[in-house]
């Protein structure tokens, strides 16, 4: 089958993939659930090629996105909810109502606040239709403080929307070191779930201490996915070093011992330390010549 710039092929190709006997094994056995966090990270894709400024790799990032998006609808149609056609038909009769001041017949000068208010609008008359059309029994979520915070979001981000809503009515701690005992504390009990090998313990006194750490980074004014990016980077690049000292000697990976690579992590540190030093500028003196 010849690549094509026409939509169809594309859902045609998802189509064969997930025909069973003749499909691909793996698309076939895959889920809602088991294919939502790639969707999520091709989502992260396309926003590492944006923030990288590369445009080639953000067209393919982008056709992956997409990719998720006919995956997704394929299997609602085999299940007979909705086909891709709907959603395109859904998305684009929400952007058509959404923006009368664009597609609409209307005179008159449209300013940012009338905009502003009409979207507002119209995006509670949609909450209420979708509140319409819940199937007959389903009760509607309890309403919480909470409610707001969308779910869809990543979990550090979440975390943090979740802990300035509750901090918005008295919910929180007054001081980081409050906070950073609290860290401690989920530390203590993760070593304690070690003791007892369960693994869901362990996962729920690890999700625990996540949480405590995003309340610190929130407590001291710091965004805990950048923060994150950095020491990802960092580690990559002292990893790296590793790689590299150990490639000049013509040595693998596997041939180093643990303290091996752990000296050569020291190293790279250390070099990191040097080269901030020496970009440190040069303290002047008031009044003297800075030539």
């Given amino acids: 089958m010849p690549a094509s710039r026409d939509i169809k092929a594309l859902l045609d190709i998802m189509a064969q993939l997930r025909t069973p006997g003749s499909g691909c094994p793996w698309d076939l056995e895959q889920t809602f659930t088991s294919i939502a966090p790639y969707t999520i990270e091709e989502a992260y894709e396309v926003t590492d090629a944006i923030a990288r400024g590369n445009l080639a790799d953000l067209c393919d990032e982008l056709g992956d996105l997409l990719l998720q998006v006919v995956f ?7 299940q007979g909810a909705f086909a891709f056609g709907d959603v395109v038909e859904a998305i684009t009769r929400k952007m058509i109502r959404r923006h009368p001041h ?54 550090l981000a979440r975390a943090m929307a979740l802990q300035r809503k509750a901090s918005s009515v008295g919910f929180d701690w007054n001081d980081p070191r409050e906070v950073l005992r ?110």
């Fill in 182 to 291: 609290k860290i401690r504390e989920e530390a203590d009990e993760i070593e304690m779930a070690l003791d007892c090998s369960d693994a869901k313990e362990l996962e729920g006194e690890t999700g625990d201490l996540l949480f405590a750490l995003v309340n610190l980074a929130r407590h001291i004014g710091i965004d805990p996915d950048l923060a994150l990016r950095g020491t990802n980077a960092k580690f990559e690049r002292r990893f790296a070093h590793i790689e590299h000292a150990l490639s000049a000697q013509r040595r693998s990976l596997e041939s180093a011992s643990l303290a091996e690579m752990d000296a050569l992590w020291d190293e790279a540190k250390e070099k990191e330390k040097q080269r901030e030093r020496q970009a440190e500028p040069t303290d002047v003196q008031p009044g003297r010549d800075r030539r």
């Fill in 102 to 155: 664009v597609f609409a017949d209307e005179n008159g000068v449209i300013t940012p606040e009338h905009v502003e208010g009409a979207w507002e609008r119209i995006k509670a008359e949609e909450k209420a239709e979708r509140a319409e059309r819940r199937p007959p029994g389903e009760m509607p979520a309890a309403k919480s403080l909470l409610s707001g915070v969308k779910a869809g979001q990543p979990a």
């Fill in 72 to 78: 997704h609808a394929r299997m609602a149609e085999e």
